[in-house]
C-alpha cells in the first residue's frame, strides 16, 4: 500500500516547511480583504504562519505578507491578525 503525502507548507515568518495542519492560513479573498482561516477551505490566495506572535512579528519585519499577497498590508491588518492568534491560542 502507498504511504499517503503529507503536505508541507512553508511558514512566511520563519521559512520553515511544517506540516500544513501545524501551520494557520492567512487568505486574501477577492475583494482584497485578509484574514485568519483557521479551517483551511476559504477561497483566495493564502499565506501560511506558524501559531506564535515571533513569526508574524517576523513576517511583518521582513514584510512577507506584502510578497505573498502582492499588495501593501497595513499595521492594523497585523494587529488585527496577532489578536485572533492570541484568541485562537486560550
Known amino acids: 500500500m502507498k504511504k499517503r503525502k503529507i503536505p508541507l ?6 521559512n520553515e516547511q511544517k506540516n500544513k495542519k501545524e501551520l494557520i492560513r492567512i487568505v486574501k479573498n477577492k475583494n482584497g480583504e485578509i484574514n485568519v482561516d483557521f479551517t483551511g477551505k476559504a477561497h483566495g490566495r493564502g499565506a501560511y504562519i506558524c ?6 512579528k517576523s513576517a511583518q519585519k521582513k514584510k512577507s505578507l506584502n510578497r505573498a499577497f502582492q499588495q501593501e498590508v497595513s499595521k492594523d491588518i497585523y494587529e488585527r491578525l496577532m489578536e485572533e492568534l492570541n484568541n485562537n491560542e486560550e
Do not use: A
Request: net charge neutral; glycine share 8%; hydrophobic share 15%.
Open 51 to 56: 501559531p506564535n506572535e515571533e513569526c508574524l
Open 9 to 14: 507548507r512553508k511558514c512566511v515568518g520563519c
